[in-house]
């Protein structure tokens, strides 16, 4: 009785942990369908765990400056693609195709395990998928 317990626990731990898992990665927030060009000014460039994060400052269609905010990969993953934490820092110019957000917020993802879109800094474009 005691095995079948701890069995079931085990089980039950394990399917709750997937679970929250796959919720985490997923890109349910983003419209994967359409895909914006920023151009902008890198204000913060986090090379960290789970996911490398950029924050820009780029102005919309009527001139209106906003900050932005871009997932990308783990830094493990983005590092196969070629980029390091030296890609990008503070006041670099850049060139950014991003999936926005579906709630129109100043947010968006820019590369997952399975995509790496298009990036230039300061004139020099950054390997993509």
């Given at each position: 009785m005691k095995r079948l317990f701890f069995a079931s626990a085990v089980a039950f731990l394990v399917l709750a942990a997937a679970s929250s898992s796959f919720a985490h990665h997923g890109t349910a927030g983003y419209d994967m369908s359409k895909t914006v060009t920023l151009n902008g000014t890198v204000t913060k460039y986090y090379w960290s765990n789970p996911h490398v994060i950029?924050?820009?400052?780029?102005?919309?269609?009527?001139?209106?400056?906003?900050?932005?905010?871009?997932?990308?990969?783990?830094?493990?993953?983005?590092?196969?693609?070629?980029?390091?934490?030296?890609?990008?820092?503070?006041?670099?110019?850049?060139?950014?195709?991003?999936?926005?957000?579906?709630?129109?917020?100043?947010?968006?993802?820019?590369?997952?395990?399975?995509?790496?879109?298009?990036?230039?800094?300061?004139?020099?474009?950054?390997?993509?998928?």
């Open positions: 950029l924050y820009l400052d780029a102005k919309d269609e009527k001139g209106q400056l906003q900050h932005w905010s871009l997932e990308f990969a783990a830094p493990l993953l983005m590092k196969r693609q070629g980029w390091s934490s030296a890609s990008m820092k503070p006041g670099d110019q850049i060139v950014a195709e991003v999936h926005p957000s579906k709630n129109g917020a100043p947010v968006g993802i820019s590369g997952t395990a399975t995509f790496l879109l298009k990036f230039t800094v300061n004139g020099t474009e950054l390997p993509h998928l």
